[in-house]
């Protein structure tokens, strides 16, 4: 079984930066799509950006997009998600998931939480103001 792990979570003061590494342990991320989830308690999972398997296309969601940047590193079988001008409405536990290419559209990514098979643990950002 894929397991996903994520770390890089802290409290920040607003305005400042984090990267949150996602690491496979067991696999080799080469030919999964990769995304980056957020859930406060009681809410809805919900996409935050992912990143196709060559790392060639990338999406994020509208709150994030300028602010965030994913990518990878295949040969770390690492992807990362670097988030900067941090705000408190960032405040969440962060998830990353993957799903296997084949199980995709070739060369991109969806945002799509029910699409994604394995999870991490969750890393908590909390950003204060």
């Known amino acids: 079984q894929p397991q996903l792990v994520e770390s890089g979570g802290a409290l920040v003061q607003s305005g400042g930066s984090l990267r949150l590494p996602c690491a496979a342990v067991g696999f080799t991320l080469d030919y999964y799509v990769i995304g980056w989830f957020r859930q406060a308690p009681g809410k809805e999972r919900e996409g935050v950006s992912c990143i196709s398997s060559s790392g060639g296309y990338t999406d994020y969601a509208g709150s994030v997009e300028g602010r965030f940047t994913i990518s990878r590193d295949n040969a770390k079988d690492t992807v990362y998600l670097q988030k900067n001008s941090l705000k408190p409405e960032d405040t969440d536990n962060y998830y990353c998931?993957?799903?296997?290419?084949?199980?995709?559209?070739?060369?991109?990514?969806?945002?799509?939480?029910?699409?994604?098979?394995?999870w991490g643990q969750g890393t908590q950002v909390t950003v204060s103001s």
């Open positions: 998931a993957a799903v296997h290419e084949d199980s995709t559209v070739q060369n991109m990514c969806v945002r799509t939480r029910l699409l994604y098979d394995y």
